[in-house]
């Protein structure tokens, strides 16, 4: 039974324009279906198979990756489009390029091996491998990258393609990069992370023949908002953000761990610092949970890792003062155990991500902050912690961890996207990077990165910055917006404005149309843990010992104008005396 | 949960302090208007009623004859008057004296008690008199009182014209007030409780507590208790709270005044005080305990405020202290922060204003050494009170565990060597 329900929506002010690019739609009936049928020496999916998901993911979440190994004919039922990507060398049997070649649709190939593909693929001719040291639009040459000096697949065109990238050494020297003939398409390189994503990801617009509004949806996330954040300094950036009407995101902790004391402490502990957040989310910021501690082991908050033990580089599949010992499959008997003993493991991990974001959250949402989406710390976290945490968050920002064996390999996707590995979350990745206070040339790079992103036609710009930082740092970031507000086509992301939910137990939140809805099991949750009663009963007790001022003021000032009024009545009276009774 | 400790106190102090700003604005509207009520019930013309005074006395010699002195002035006729003088197993010249002034006029009447039937303290002497008398009305003084003139006549015709009073409750100003600092704060006190604890409540609830002295009941209410309380130390409050049960109200009507001593030593205070503690928490006990049997709920407004009073509102004082001297060695990380400050400071001047304005609604009181003396007041002889409570209560406890008999302290009398001049109010 629902015994306390609270509903609390709160209204904004701000009417931006909603972001909800059509083709994040998964329900649309004509969203595309993609297979991609890949060559790698791993024969799984790790980092290169996710950047492509992430690219494709910006236009349909349909999309299935399968090994050389594994494809069968009956895989590209339904199917309308098929990306072959070469990550490394490998001898395509005749089923494969039977397949792929006789595929109806749009096929596109990636990287190596598409020379083997010869019929689909006559309009290319490989050549060789060459350096480049920029990428530039075929349209629009001004919109080009310039780049450490990489390899490219260098291939001759045949006439009748056209050349959407092309890749360049110097002055003069161009090679194609991106090729297209018809519903087939060529891109010349097997590397998908920036800044190759950034072109890739622009020319799958035409691959799937959609053109996205050419708006860039953008924004800034104030980071590591952890209790001992000074107030007086979030506020200042608030106001700043406020006063220039962008909408913004705010990374929350709820608890700050000292390394030394291993004290914690709690947002209760720091009423100005709530206050400050409910300012925000009152007024164009919206709440994003960033962890429940960010830190693991005795590690400070802010520094540590809370969803990957960085100490041996891998998931948390222990507790914190757990001896780690990793097992390897030989010293199990059967593949059984082998199996059964990774299923624990990542039921640890699930159980701890499961009681870290719902602790989370429903501590934000006894305060009254609501977070609509999630960031990892460090943007750590394994590829079964993204599938956990899919159940409670709907979306999430940031970066993303994209292998299981190191957390170092992490990467974003030049727009909004639903990669499959996000188990149906919507990813707002960041891509400009931060006001770095080690960097002196934080400001410039980040600029670099904007104008980078900006060649997407819906390429996201989003960075974050350090609230707590001192005064040439908030300059800084001030330059920062500056610029992004130069940017035409810009849209702020207003979270309040698109659809999200989250819901942990007793606690489910969802924003649409500006409204954050709430729905708190306030009973449950007090049953939950005492403290989230305690925070109330504080807060009552607080205001009414301000009620306890204001009434006893009111009182003083009463009696002494009694007092005043009673002497003058005493000096006017006359003596009154009765008279006369006998005794 | 040092913070959890700072709420409370602060939380079961204010209680009380509310409650205290309550009263104290019904006190002063109260002050406001009760002389309306001489014009109109002079206006009733009634006849006077047969009224019976009982004066419990054991040695007594110091201030008896003042008291007698004082009842020979009042303004009443005499044929409807009787004073009686409980001469209760006195070893000193009591009786001798009270018996003169019995010669000298026929309505002043002295009756002796001893062991058995005597000597068992100041209930045990009301019942005798009691049963001696004849009013209708008994009204009852203190041996070392002196009413004012009028003060029978209001008393009087204040009850006979209330048929759903019980008891009217005078006034009583303190006759010795600028003897020394003691007697100073005692009479800011005296005259504090009265206008906002007494005037107060009977303002908003019809209600107010009999006082030892200065205050006359139905006889018919006494036949029907059957009398005082002889267990009780503290009778007065005692008998209040069966005079509510009856379904009856306690008017407080201050134009009824009586002058009255007040202990001029520590030591002497101290004992009386104690008295009146144990007495409290014996009512507090008794009527709980019963709370279930009563009829009247209006008691229930009283018996929270003594119960609020010696267990809650003391318990916060405690509380309080002990955080304020722990704080002072240990930081304790009280995140109360300013508000503490203010509240203190809010506390405080309440305390003040409170007692300036009661002082005030007195003439000739609002002086430069009582504002002072209040000043005071707040660091010393309030903080005495805590002590008090604590003893008392080891005091009432010890008694039941070890069912040890009430002994009736008889506070000690102080011969006053001048009276003051403005004995009005």
Redesign the interface.
């Known amino acids: 039974m629902r015994y306390m329900l609270s509903i609390l929506p709160i209204i904004l002010f701000s009417l931006y324009i909603s972001i909800t690019p059509q083709q994040l739609n998964a329900e649309s009936k004509d969203e595309p279906v993609v297979l991609v049928v890949y060559s790698s020496k791993s024969g799984t999916v790790d980092e290169h198979q996710r950047l492509l998901d992430m690219l494709i993911g910006h236009f349909t979440s349909s999309i299935t990756f399968k090994h050389t190994s594994e494809v069968r004919e009956a895989d590209f039922e339904h199917v309308t489009h098929v990306f072959y990507y070469g990550q490394s060398k490998e001898h395509l049997s005749t089923e494969i390029k039977q397949m792929i070649e006789q595929f109806n649709g749009t096929v596109t190939a990636i990287g190596f091996n598409a020379d083997q593909l010869q019929e689909r693929f006559s309009f290319i001719e490989l050549v060789s491998e060459e350096l480049v040291t920029k990428i530039s639009l075929r349209s629009d040459e001004e919109k080009s990258v310039s780049i450490m000096p990489d390899t490219i697949l260098n291939v001759n065109v045949t006439t009748g393609s056209d050349v959407l990238v092309k890749g360049s050494y110097g002055k003069g020297v161009e090679y194609p990069l991106f090729i297209t003939n018809g519903n087939t398409h060529y891109y010349g390189t097997s590397k998908l992370e920036p800044p190759f994503s950034i072109f890739l990801g622009e020319v799958l617009h035409e691959v799937f023949a959609m053109d996205h509004s050419h708006e860039h949806p953008a924004y800034i996330r104030l980071e590591d908002i952890h209790p001992l954040v000074e107030p007086e300094k979030v506020m200042k950036v608030a106001k700043e953000l406020k006063r220039r009407d962008i909408p913004y995101m705010v990374a929350v902790i709820p608890v700050y761990t000292n390394p030394d004391t291993k004290e914690r402490h709690y947002f209760k502990?720091s009423p100005q610092l709530l206050k400050a957040l409910k300012y925000i989310q009152d007024n164009g910021g919206s709440i994003v949970l960033h962890g429940y501690t960010h830190q693991f082991r005795d590690d400070e908050t802010g520094e540590g890792f809370e969803f990957w033990d960085v100490d041996h580089n891998m998931p948390i599949y222990h507790g914190p003062d757990d001896e780690v010992l990793i097992k390897t499959e030989n010293e199990f008997d059967t593949p059984l155990e082998y199996e059964n003993y990774l299923e624990e493991l990542l039921a640890f991990e699930n159980e701890y991500i499961e009681s870290k974001l719902t602790r989370g959250v429903q501590e934000l949402a006894n305060y009254g902050i609501y977070p609509l989406a999630f960031e990892a710390p460090h943007y750590t976290m394994s590829q079964n912690g993204y599938a956990q945490t899919s159940q409670y968050f709907s979306t999430y920002v940031g970066q993303i961890q994209l292998s299981d064996d190191n957390w170092e390999i992490m990467n974003t996707s030049p727009y909004i996207t639903t990669p499959t590995f996000l188990e149906g979350m919507l990813l707002l990745p960041e891509t400009i990077g931060f006001i770095d206070k080690v960097d002196p040339k934080a400001v410039e790079k980040m600029i670099q990165n904007i104008h980078d992103y900006s060649i997407v036609r819906d390429g996201i710009i989003a960075g974050f910055y350090h609230p707590f930082l001192d005064e040439d740092h908030f300059e800084k970031f001030t330059k920062v917006l500056d610029e992004l507000e130069q940017i035409e086509g810009l849209q702020w992301i207003d979270l309040k404005q698109m659809n999200n939910n989250v819901q942990v137990e007793h606690v489910h939140i969802k924003s649409e149309n500006g409204e954050v809805i709430v729905d708190i099991d306030r009973l449950k949750l007090f049953f939950t843990s005492i403290d989230f009663l305690l925070y109330h009963i504080?807060k009552v007790?607080?205001n009414?010992?301000?009620l306890?001022?204001g009434?006893?003021?009111v009182?003083?000032t009463?009696?002494?104008s009694?007092?005043v009024i009673?002497?003058k009545r005493?000096r006017k009276s006359i003596?009154?005396?009765?008279r006369g009774?006998?005794? | 949960m040092a913070?959890f400790f700072v709420?409370i106190s602060?939380?079961l102090i204010?209680t009380m302090?509310?409650y205290h700003?309550f009263l104290?604005?019904g006190g002063?509207w109260y002050?406001m208007h009760y002389?309306k009520k001489?014009r109109e019930l002079?206006r009733l013309k009634t006849p006077m009623p047969r009224v019976s005074i009982l004066i419990p006395a054991h040695n007594e010699e110091v201030v008896i004859g003042d008291t007698l002195e004082a009842m020979s002035?009042?303004?009443?006729?005499?044929e409807r008057l009787e004073v009686i003088v409980i001469n209760d197993n006195s070893n000193d010249l009591t009786g001798e004296i009270a018996e003169k002034y019995a010669q000298k006029y026929t309505f002043i009447k002295v009756i002796h008690t001893k062991p058995p039937n005597g000597g068992k303290g100041k209930s045990g002497a009301l019942n005798n008199g009691l049963r001696m008398s004849t009013g209708d009305i008994i009204c009852v003084y203190d041996a070392d009182n002196c009413p004012e003139?009028?003060a029978i006549?209001w008393l009087a015709l204040a009850l006979v014209n209330d048929r759903k009073a019980g008891a009217i409750v005078g006034k009583f100003r303190v006759v010795n007030a600028n003897k020394n600092l003691l007697t100073r704060l005692i009479n800011v006190e005296t005259l504090t409780f009265q206008w906002l604890a007494q005037a107060g409540r009977w303002f908003w609830f019809k209600m107010a507590t009999i006082p030892g002295t200065n205050f006359a009941i139905r006889r018919s209410i006494l036949e029907e208790l059957g009398g005082w309380d002889e267990k009780a130390l503290s009778e007065d409050t005692e008998l209040s709270f069966r005079v509510y049960n009856l379904g009856y109200y306690i008017r407080f009507f201050p134009s009824a005044v009586t002058w009255e001593q007040e202990p001029e030593s520590i030591k002497v205070w101290w004992r009386q005080r104690t008295r009146w503690a144990r007495g409290n928490i014996y009512v507090i006990v008794k009527f709980i305990l019963g709370f279930h049997k009563l009829k009247s709920r209006r008691i229930g407004i009283d018996l929270l405020y003594f119960l609020f009073t010696y267990l809650l509102f003391f318990g916060g004082v405690l509380i309080s202290h002990a955080i304020f001297i722990i704080n002072l060695f240990i930081d304790l990380n009280l995140?109360?922060g300013l508000?503490?400050y203010?509240?203190l400071i809010?506390?405080f001047?309440?305390f003040v204003?409170?007692g300036?304005?009661s002082i005030?609604?007195e003439?000739g009181q609002?002086t430069k050494k009582n504002f002072l003396a209040i000043i005071f007041m707040y660091f010393s002889y309030s903080q005495m009170w805590l002590f008090l409570v604590i003893y008392a209560s080891f005091l009432e406890i010890k008694r039941v565990l070890f069912r040890q008999e009430v002994k009736w302290y008889k506070t000690k009398r102080f011969e006053q060597t001048a009276i003051p001049k403005d004995k009005?109010a």
């Open positions: 502990d504080k007790a607080v009414a010992t301000w306890m001022v009434a006893g003021t009182a003083v009463l009696f002494i009694y007092i009673t002497r005493s003596y009154y005396k009765r009774i006998i005794g | 913070d709420y602060l939380f204010w302090l509310f700003m104290m604005q002063y002050s002389r001489e002079e002035n009042l303004n009443y006729p005499s003139p009028d006549y995140s109360i508000v503490s203010l509240l809010i506390g001047l309440l204003t409170e300036i304005l005030s609604m003439k609002l009005t």
